[in-house]
């Protein structure tokens, strides 16, 4: 199998770049952000609990987001390998991770990174709150995002760095000199 986690700051374009690697590689995207809105869209309870966090600009529990991630994984066993989109975003969580995969005989194949510089991403991210919709994607809550991202998910990559999995990608350019330098990281593997 091949399992990618892709990683960035909020605003980094991993959403784009999974829609372009699943074309191609025939993996099955979880993105938990898609996962919670559709959660709140639908008015579940999780919704209505996770709406109030996400719109501050905070994480979500781990226990949440990792039995989420469980039963994507569960509900997908014929799946030739997973892109992970915002998931993992603490340690706790990418422990979770390593021990879900390992439950089934696999385990991540590497890490991408999508390297962005803040200026470019606020600016990024406030445009796309004039069409997205997202109600976190306003000035405020963007910079709320950047600190949990600063204080809680930046250690996620050291913890691939320490597997030798972890690949860094400059996330500006357009979007096809993005994809391949994405692409040249996972011809490693396929
Ligand atoms: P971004 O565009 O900031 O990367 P996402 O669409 O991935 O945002 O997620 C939006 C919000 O959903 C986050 O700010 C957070 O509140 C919640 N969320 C998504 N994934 C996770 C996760 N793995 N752990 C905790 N909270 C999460």
Redesign the pocket.
């Given at each position: 199998m091949l399992n990618l986690v892709l990683f960035g700051p909020?605003?980094a374009g991993?959403g784009t770049q999974s829609e372009y690697i699943i074309g191609d590689y025939k993996l099955v995207h979880l993105?938990?952000?898609?996962i919670?809105r559709a959660e709140v869209e639908a008015g579940t309870e999780l919704g209505k609990y996770a709406k109030q966090?996400?719109d501050e600009?905070?994480?979500?529990p781990d226990e949440v987001?990792i039995q989420m991630i469980s039963n994507k994984i569960d509900a997908n066993p014929q799946a030739q390998g997973f892109i992970f989109d915002?998931?993992?975003?603490?340690t706790p969580?990418a422990q979770a991770l390593d021990e879900l995969l390992s439950n089934k005989s696999t385990a991540i194949t590497c890490m991408v990174s999508l390297d962005v510089p803040e200026d470019e991403l606020v600016s990024r991210l406030v445009k796309r709150g004039e069409t997205s919709g997202r109600a976190?994607d306003n000035e405020g809550t963007v910079r709320k995002?950047f600190k949990e991202y600063t204080e809680k998910t930046l250690p996620v990559a050291t913890y691939y760095q320490a597997q030798n999995k972890l690949f860094s990608v400059d996330g500006v350019g357009s979007l096809d000199e993005i994809y391949g330098r994405i692409k040249s990281v996972l011809s490693r593997y396929v």
């Open positions: 909020p605003g991993k993105s938990t952000g898609n919670l966090i996400m600009g905070k994480l979500v987001v915002g998931f993992p975003r603490t969580q976190d995002r």
